[in-house]
C-alpha cells in the first residue's frame, strides 16, 4: 500500500493520470508572490501590532504581515506577473524602491534591506488542484496536497492535510474494513470539503485585496460581528467557521454564502450598525439558520 503525500507536484498523481477515467484540474492564479521580511526593532520588539494581519490593500495586488515570535514579521507581497503594476515590471533594485515608496510608503521605511531582500528569494506561484478519484482500489491512496492543492489566502493548507490525517485514522481504526473501502469512504468524506476549502480560498483573495478597504465592507464586518455577538452559536462569520472551529469547510462554504444573502438584505439600506433592524436581523436568522455544533 502507497499512501501519496508528496505534494502538489505529486508523482504518484502524475502515474495515476495515465488511468482511464482519472478526473484532474490545475488553476493557476494569474498572480506571483514574494516572501519579504519586516526586521525586529533595536531591542527584538515587533514594528507593528503583533497580535493582528496586516493587509495593505491596493485594488488587484497586496502586501501583508505576518506576525513572527522573534520580532520579525513575515511579509508576502502578491502582484500580477504581467501589467503595469506586475513582478514583470520589478527588474531593477532601483524599480522595486521606487514601487513600494510610491504604493507602500508606510511600509518601506520598516524594510530596510527592501531590495536585497527582494531579489534573495524567488517569486512563487500559486495553484488550485482538484483531483479524482484519490485512491487506485485499496493500493494507492493520494494524501493532502497531492489531493488537493489549494492557494494560500485561508491558511488552511496544512489544517486540511492534518483533517486528511484524522479522517483517515479514524476509519482505519473501525474494525473489518478493506485499505479499498477505507480508502474509498475517505474520499467521500473528504473531497465535498477540501473543493469548498479550494474555492472559499480564491474567494478570500478577492476579499483581502479588494474589499477591506471599501466603507461597504467595513459595515458588513460590523454587522456581522453584532449579529454574532447576539446569536453567538448560530450567526457565526465565515471566517470565523473556517479559522476558530472545526465546522466542515463544506459548511461553513454553505452557511458563508446564505449569511452574505442576509448580510446584503440587512445592510442594504442602513449607513451605521446602530441603524440595524434587528427584527427583520431575528425573522432572518431564526428562518434561515440552525444552532452550530462549535469546537476550537
Not at 37 to 57: D, K, S
Not at 261 to 284: F, G, H, T
Request: with cysteine.
Amino acid at each position: 500500500v502507497v499512501i501519496g503525500c508528496d505534494g502538489s507536484a505529486s508523482a504518484i498523481r502524475v502515474e495515476m493520470l495515465k488511468l482511464a477515467a482519472f478526473n484532474f484540474s490545475q488553476q493557476f492564479l494569474d498572480y506571483g508572490y514574494k516572501e519579504l521580511t519586516i526586521p525586529a526593532g533595536p531591542h527584538g520588539e515587533h514594528l507593528l501590532e503583533q497580535n493582528a494581519l496586516h493587509i495593505w490593500p491596493r485594488g488587484n495586488y497586496m502586501l501583508i504581515a505576518l506576525p513572527n515570535v522573534d520580532g520579525t514579521f513575515a511579509c508576502i507581497l502578491f502582484l500580477p506577473f504581467q501589467g503595469p503594476d506586475s513582478f514583470a515590471q520589478l527588474t531593477s533594485h532601483s524599480a522595486v524602491t521606487e514601487f513600494f515608496q510610491s504604493r507602500f510608503p508606510d511600509a518601506i521605511p520598516l524594510m530596510p534591506a527592501l531590495a536585497d531582500n527582494f531579489f534573495a528569494n524567488p517569486t512563487g506561484a500559486m495553484v488550485t488542484i482538484k483531483c479524482s478519484p484519490w485512491h487506485v482500489e485499496g493500493r494507492v491512496l493520494l494524501l493532502g496536497d497531492a489531493a488537493h492543492a489549494i492557494v494560500p489566502f485561508f491558511g488552511q493548507g496544512i489544517n486540511c492535510g492534518f483533517e486528511d490525517c484524522t479522517t483517515l485514522l479514524d476509519l482505519l481504526d473501525r474494525p473489518g474494513r478493506t485499505w479499498g473501502s477505507v480508502f474509498a469512504e475517505f474520499e467521500i468524506a473528504r473531497k465535498v470539503n477540501t473543493d469548498a476549502i479550494a474555492d472559499l480560498a480564491v474567494e478570500n483573495f478577492v476579499e483581502m485585496r479588494d474589499r477591506v478597504a471599501d466603507p461597504r465592507f467595513l459595515l458588513r464586518k460590523k454587522v456581522e460581528l453584532a449579529l454574532e455577538a447576539k446569536y453567538p452559536q448560530i450567526f457565526v462569520p465565515k471566517y470565523s467557521m473556517v479559522t476558530f472551529h472545526r465546522i466542515p469547510y463544506a459548511t461553513a462554504l454553505r452557511r458563508g454564502q446564505l449569511q452574505d444573502r442576509m448580510l446584503n438584505e440587512l445592510c442594504d439600506s442602513i449607513a451605521r450598525v446602530e441603524d440595524l433592524d434587528w427584527n427583520k436581523a431575528d425573522r432572518l436568522i431564526q428562518s434561515e439558520l440552525t444552532p452550530l455544533e462549535l469546537s476550537a
